[in-house]
């Protein structure tokens, strides 16, 4: 694609960046083809060749607005596009650029300014949970009514077994997940025992990985997460664990991005690039130790395996849990149009209801053909947006093969 990049923006960095992704783009369409919202909605301006073109136009000058920022806020992030993309397009990349410069241009409207403030205030943090539980009545506005059931802090059931490996391992409480559904990191924590790997979880950081910041624009806050997150993480570095992992797939491309997010930063650069290095999804170590350690099913049990856009597009591990899950003696079901998002995407269930309502339906309905047993997916947001509606119980996939090896 050929571009014309006003002076200011072709001499900063981030523009030299982008003006490299938008030459690769020779508008094919293929993106179109794998991006949800383009396939429910129908509009060239909701698929990614038509944000790309928006994206452009902007760089170039021209005029943007409240309708351009709508189109891109439409944008999941599920990163499809990218995984059919012939010419190697960095979308996402594009995307984040483009947000920011637009939401530097157009003032959004009070009630909207309200809602990304207070997201961006209270899901990051711990200890405010209890505060936003407490005033569900104000907030109920924000809140889809089936989600409202499952925005319960739960209590853990399952320990931590104890430290007792030669391999050790860093394991992220996370935000989100650490209140509504501890126990995923504690099955996690029981299957790696059994393979021989201690994870030992943060208790110092300030839990979140920066991407519910970053996905709402606030870029500066997103990068102070990173930095705060990497002060807490060094001494785990420093005293030589072989990882840092990660239990929930959507927080892990952010983890992993670090050293992209943070490599003008003269003081965490080099540290946020070892960050970078070490982060892994669960999976990707899983599949690489000895599973002959877990106990296979006895009796199949049949499942619909959701695979998050964070597992399948974001780290490029589509197919990992299914083969595992395979592998000890699970029956997975087959679902179509697998690669297309459910519509929970981090905020986007807050911020684009009808949108997310709509890819729920969709999803449920293919998940559900099979007729499974259990639904299981790799993502805490992916989680919650299903079991609202789910007719079958929905887990997270470490938490089934726990069970199983008790």
Same mark, same amino acid.
């Given at each position: 694609?050929?571009?014309?990049?006003?002076k200011?923006?072709?001499?900063?960095?981030d523009?030299?960046?982008?003006?490299?992704?938008?030459r690769?783009?020779?508008?094919?369409?293929?993106?179109?083809?794998?991006?949800?919202?383009?396939?429910?909605?129908?509009?060239?301006?909701?698929?990614?060749?038509?944000?790309?073109?928006?994206?452009?136009?902007?760089?170039?000058g021209?005029?943007v607005?409240?309708?351009?920022?709508?189109?891109?806020?439409?944008?999941?992030?599920?990163r499809?596009?990218?995984?059919?993309?012939?010419?190697?397009?960095?979308?996402?990349?594009?995307?984040?650029?483009g947000?920011?410069?637009?939401?530097?241009?157009?003032?959004?409207?009070?009630?909207?300014?309200?809602?990304?403030?207070?997201?961006?205030?209270?899901?990051?943090?711990?200890?405010?949970?209890?505060?936003l539980?407490?005033?569900g009545?104000?907030?109920?506005f924000?809140l889809?009514?089936r989600?409202?059931?499952?925005?319960?802090?739960?209590?853990?059931?399952?320990?931590?077994?104890?430290?007792?490996?030669?391999?050790?391992?860093?394991?992220?409480k996370?935000?989100?997940?650490?209140? +509504? =559904?501890? $126990? /995923?990191?504690?099955? @996690?924590?029981?299957?790696?025992? !059994?393979?021989?790997i201690? &994870?030992?979880e943060?208790?110092?950081?300030?839990?979140?990985?920066?991407?519910?910041?970053?996905?709402?624009?606030?870029?500066?806050?997103?990068?102070?997460?990173?930095?705060?997150?990497?002060?807490?993480?060094?001494?785990?570095?420093?005293?030589?664990?072989?990882?840092?992992?990660?239990?929930?797939?959507?927080?892990?491309?952010?983890?992993?991005?670090?050293?992209?997010?943070?490599?003008?930063?003269?003081?965490?650069?080099?540290?946020?690039?070892?960050?970078s290095? +070490? =982060?892994? $999804? /669960?999976?990707?170590? @899983?599949a690489?130790?000895?599973? !002959?350690?877990?106990?296979? &099913?006895?009796?199949?049990?049949?499942?619909?395996?959701?695979?998050?856009?964070?597992?399948?597009?974001?780290?490029?591990?589509?197919?990992?849990?299914?083969?595992q899950?395979t592998?000890?003696?699970?029956?997975?079901?087959t679902?179509?149009?697998?690669?297309?998002?459910?519509?929970?995407?981090g905020?986007?269930t807050?911020?684009?209801?009808?949108?997310?309502?709509?890819?729920?339906?969709?999803?449920?309905?293919?998940?559900?053909?099979?007729?499974?047993?259990?639904?299981?997916t790799?993502? /805490?947001?992916?989680?919650?947006?299903l079991?609202g509606?789910?007719?079958?119980?929905?887990?997270h996939?470490?938490?089934?093969?726990?069970?199983?090896?008790?």
């Open positions: 694609m050929r571009t014309s990049l006003t200011a923006y072709a001499e900063s960095a523009g030299k960046i982008a003006n490299e992704i938008l690769r783009c020779v508008h094919c369409g293929f993106c179109n083809a794998a991006c949800p919202t383009y396939q429910l909605l129908g509009d060239e301006l909701d698929g990614p060749r038509g944000r790309i073109y928006l994206i452009k136009q902007l760089l170039e021209n005029d607005s409240e309708l351009s920022q709508l189109h891109l806020d439409r944008c999941l992030l599920c499809a596009c990218e995984t059919v993309c012939p010419s190697g397009v960095e979308y996402s990349r594009l995307l984040d650029i947000r920011g410069l637009v939401e530097e241009k157009v003032p959004r409207g009070w009630l909207e300014t309200i809602k990304r403030n207070a997201l961006n205030r209270i899901l990051p943090r711990l200890y405010r949970y209890r505060w539980l407490a005033l009545r104000w907030f109920r924000m889809p009514l989600l409202e059931s499952t925005l319960l802090v739960k209590k853990p059931r399952l320990a931590f077994p104890a430290a007792n490996h030669q391999r050790k391992m860093l394991l992220l996370g935000c989100v997940q650490s209140q +509504l =559904a501890p $126990d /995923i990191n504690r099955a @996690t924590a029981r299957v790696f025992d !059994k393979l021989g201690t &994870l030992i943060e208790t110092q950081s300030p839990a979140c990985c920066g991407a519910i910041s970053q996905h709402l624009g606030k870029t500066g806050e997103a990068r102070q997460w990173m930095r705060n997150n990497i002060d807490a993480w060094w001494p785990a570095v420093e005293a030589g664990i072989e990882a840092i992992v990660v239990s929930a797939s959507g927080c892990a491309p952010h983890v992993k991005d670090y050293g992209y997010w943070l490599r003008h930063d003269s003081r965490y650069a080099e540290q946020a690039r070892r960050i290095a +070490l =982060a892994k $999804d /669960i999976s990707e170590v @899983t690489s130790a000895a599973l !002959k350690n877990l106990k296979k &099913l006895t009796q199949p049990l049949k499942i619909a395996f959701h695979a998050p856009c964070s597992l399948q597009h974001g780290q490029n591990l589509a197919g990992t849990v299914e083969s899950l592998a000890l003696g699970y029956e997975l079901t679902i179509k149009d697998a690669h297309l998002c459910c519509g929970a995407a905020t986007y807050l911020l684009q209801p009808e949108i997310s309502e709509k890819l729920l339906i969709n999803k449920l309905a293919e998940l559900q053909k099979g007729k499974p047993q259990v639904i299981a790799a993502n /805490i947001g992916c989680l919650l947006h079991q509606n789910a007719s079958v119980s929905v887990k996939w470490m938490e089934l093969v726990a069970e199983h090896n008790l």
